[in-house]
């Protein structure tokens, strides 16, 4: 395969803010250069990145790909081609599929599907507990040792404190994270949205806010004990938020995510009984948002991870009450987190580094670097266009869940190309690779 | 049996009406409150006939879709389609095709197809008219959706208190009982604040839903007191919603006992009120739980009227919407 330059760009990635030049040789970096340098070799294609960002391939640490089990949800093969189109490179698929994962075979199962039929990398995330029952601990010493990077009963929470003690505990020697979606289930029972003025108009039973501290305010303090390391799932409360902070001053091993749809959407989308916008943990407030961006300035929220949910439009096309919990993030998270740094509210060098190399830190090195453009390392890169404007068509999506509340909306940044291992798995119409 | 083609004595729908469905009464304006009120003191006058029948609606025919039991509201709609010569079919949805599973989506879509014009829809969860609408064209009346709305009963309540009092602006209401599960009273407080009438909520801390008695533009204002001598002062209007006996199973309560203790409308709290303050209960009634026999039979009691006034506002609002539906 003949090099490919990336020209003309302005480069973003860890401690690098430059308008410059990228090469990528048989599948990794190999050059970057300032400004109107060029290679040193002078055979290579050329892809003009002239008024674009170049940046790491995005990381997702939270994603649902449905297979094995709800297939007609998502596929590795959907999945991977969404994340593409979303600029991510790499993407870690929660284990709550049928059967789930919780054991090596399982895992194998994801690696080789993902290697024979995904476009983008799939790191798989393990099951805390066996058959995500909250009863006994899955085999995390197998698990560890088939690929997984972490451990979660995602969708469920690990409700009983003695099995979420020993998750933290066992899994240190992994060094592997336990990701907790942190819901008292006691709290939420029947719950369709977040509790407040809204879930009162609606006449639609709340989820408070409470729900989601008490887990978080427990797991912190069962990190604390144990010393192993937590990861909060889509935190979504200013209370969180400021457990966490706290937790982190204290030295607490915790890290946390928020998701682009938490970052960008009120309560009030679900006015009108949009089941595209029934989620869980639930759309905030106003107040929240501001916690969560807050959070990410300050770094108490390391990363954003899109908690891609797909579901049919058969699930989604029903009683608010019946529907699913979830909205499909993948293809427009980008689009959506850009409305941050248009308004000011944080800055796209920090944007670009909670979706690359804060998760990679979170991931290791276990699959070699990741979320960086060094020299050497696997070239997984995004290219976007901070500043055009698109509409969001669902039908146009690569993903089976066309279930998001932004259908027809106007945002502002897109991905042009998404480049994994060197290869273009990604490109919008309007970009062409000129051939040396 | 002819039926008289005398027509009824209703004002022309005018611009005022802007309703295709009627799913709440959150979007009503004072002016549209008031039209339903002269237009259902129209109706009330045919049923004053001897032949309660008109044909105003002749060819049309309306569907009542019932998703949940009920009695009281099925038949008032189907006397008042009936009153105006509509054709009417009842589903009833708990012993249909529905029970096999078929999605409320696609049995709006067999209606709409079968030609039905206007379609009457209870549903125990929340919201479940909204989501037809967006599927079909025949109107909407939402009879009753979960806890949410159901703005028929807030509107008879409304016409049954204006026929009482010579001016609604000003008047005390007081709702009691179980305002969070409560369609009722989420219907009755958006009518009644509308029609600039005070109201104040009477409950137990955990039958309250969050955020009402805050001010915010996505609710009405309420005053909320929780002791019911105190809510009780000076009130115009009394109404106490019944209580699910399975409130105390849920944990929101210790006891039906302690409940009655607290919060059921006695003579001796009644007497708190305005001497002329008239009772309300959207039925059925658990006697001696939420209300005492003696005032549900009392002299300040209306709760047959509303019972008999559903009909006519329920023939109004299906003339309004017919009207609607010609434009």
């Known amino acids: ?67 094995p089990g709800d297939e007609e949800k998502e596929t590795i093969a959907t999945g991977t081609r969404a994340a593409a189109r979303g600029g991510f490179t790499t993407i870690c698929c ?35 507990s066996k058959g995500r029952k909250g009863e006994e601990l899955a085999e995390m010493g197998e ?57 009162t108009r609606l006449g639609l039973r709340g989820i408070p806010s409470a729900a989601e501290e008490i887990i978080v ?52 989308r679900v006015i009108g009984y949009d089941t595209n916008a029934k989620v869980n943990p639930p759309l905030r407030t106003k107040q929240d948002i501001k916690a969560l961006i807050q959070g990410l300035s300050d770094n108490t929220i390391d990363i954003i991870a899109t908690d891609h949910a797909p579901h049919t439009e058969a699930d989604k096309l029903c009683e608010f ?13 980008l689009g959506s987190l850009m409305s941050l740094v248009h308004d000011g509210e944080i800055s796209l060098v920090t944007l670009i580094a909670k979706l690359t190399h804060e998760p990679a830190r979170i991931i290791g090195n276990r699959y070699g670097r990741l979320g960086t453009l060094a020299i050497g390392v696997p070239a997984d890169v995004t290219i976007f266009d901070p500043a055009l404007e698109w509409v969001v068509e669902p039908k146009a999506f690569a993903s089976k869940g066309k279930n998001t509340p932004l259908a027809g909306e106007r945002l502002k940044g897109r991905v ?21 | ?87 009417v079919v009842n589903l009833n949805a708990l012993v249909s095709s529905v029970a096999k599973g078929e999605s409320l989506v696609d049995t709006l879509g067999t209606l709409q197809a079968l030609g039905a014009d206007i379609i009457v829809m209870r549903h125990p969860h929340s919201g479940a008219p909204y989501i037809a609408t967006r599927y079909i064209e025949a109107s909407i009346v939402n009879a009753g959706d979960g806890w949410h709305a159901h703005p028929t009963q807030a509107l008879l309540d409304l016409y049954t208190l204006y026929e009482h009092k010579e001016s609604l ?35 137990p801390p955990t039958l309250l839903p969050v955020g009402l008695g805050e001010e915010h533009r996505q609710l009405p204002p309420v005053n909320i007191e929780p002791n019911i001598e105190l809510a009780l002062d000076g009130a115009d209007m009394v109404m106490t919603l019944r209580l699910q006996l399975e409130r105390q199973k849920s944990g929101l309560l210790p006891s039906i006992r302690e409940y009655i203790q607290l919060y059921q409308l006695t003579e001796a709290r009644l007497a708190r009120a305005k001497a002329d303050a008239l009772v309300f209960h959207p039925g059925p009634v658990n006697e001696g739980v939420e209300i005492s026999p003696a005032v549900a039979h009392g002299p300040q009691s209306v709760i047959n009227e509303q019972v008999s006034n559903g009909v006519a506002v329920r023939m109004a609002l299906l003339y309004l919407l017919t009207g609607s539906q010609k434009r």
């Open chain 1, 217 to 268: 305010a427990r797991d912190l303090a069962l990190a604390q004990l144990t010393g192993g390391r937590l990861h909060i799932a889509h935190v979504t409360t200013e209370g969180s938020v400021d457990l966490i902070r706290r937790a982190k001053d204290k030295g607490i091993k915790v890290t946390a995510e928020v998701t682009p749809h938490h970052l960008t959407l009120t309560e009030e």
């Open chain 1, 94 to 128: 929660m284990p709550n599929t049928n059967p789930p994962l919780d054991n090596q075979t399982t895992i194998e199962f994801i690696r080789s599907k993902s290697a024979l039929e995904g476009v983008v990398r799939v790191l798989p995330i393990g099951c805390i």
């Open chain 1, 321 to 333: 009450d019946l529907a699913p919990f979830g909205i499909s993030g993948l293809e427009t998270a």
């Open chain 2, 169 to 203: 602006k000003g008047l005390k209401a007081v709702i009691i009982g179980d305002i969070m599960h409560s369609r009722v009273a989420r219907s009755n407080i958006w009518g009644l604040t509308t029609m600039g009438i005070e109201v104040t909520l009477c409950c």
């Open chain 1, 416 to 436: 042009m190309a998404t480049i994994y291992h060197g290869e273009l798995v990604y490109k919008d119409d309007s970009i062409t690779v000129k051939e040396g």
């Open chain 1, 1 to 67: 395969m003949k090099p490919l330059l990336i020209q003309g760009g302005r480069i973003i990635d860890e401690g690098i803010d430059v308008t410059g030049s990228l090469l990528i040789t048989e599948g990794k970096v190999s050059w970057l250069g300032k400004g109107e340098e060029t290679p040193p070799q002078p055979d290579y294609d050329v892809l003009h990145a002239q008024g674009l960002i170049v940046c790491p391939g995005f990381i997702d640490l939270h994603c649902h790909l449905r297979q």
């Open chain 2, 1 to 87: 049996m002819r039926t008289t083609q005398v027509k009824p004595k209703v004002p022309e729908t005018t611009p005022v009406w802007r309703h295709h469905h009627i799913l709440d009464i959150d979007d009503f304006t004072g002016e549209e409150i008031e039209l339903v009120f002269h237009t259902t003191k129209a109706m009330k006058e045919i049923l004053s006939r001897p032949i309660k029948r008109v044909p105003t609606l002749r060819g049309k025919t309306i569907v009542t879709l019932f998703y949940e039991p009920s009695t009281r509201t099925r038949l008032s709609f189907e006397l008042a389609a009936k009153n105006l010569s509509a054709d």
């Open chain 1, 143 to 199: 698990l560890a040792s088939a690929g997984v990077i972490a451990f979660s009963d995602d969708g469920e929470p690990a409700l009983n404190s003695y099995l979420m003690r020993q998750a933290l505990d066992y899994s240190r020697a992994f060094d592997l994270p336990i990701i907790d979606h942190c819901e008292d289930k006691a709290l939420t029972e029947g719950g369709q949205m977040n509790e407040g003025i809204i879930s």
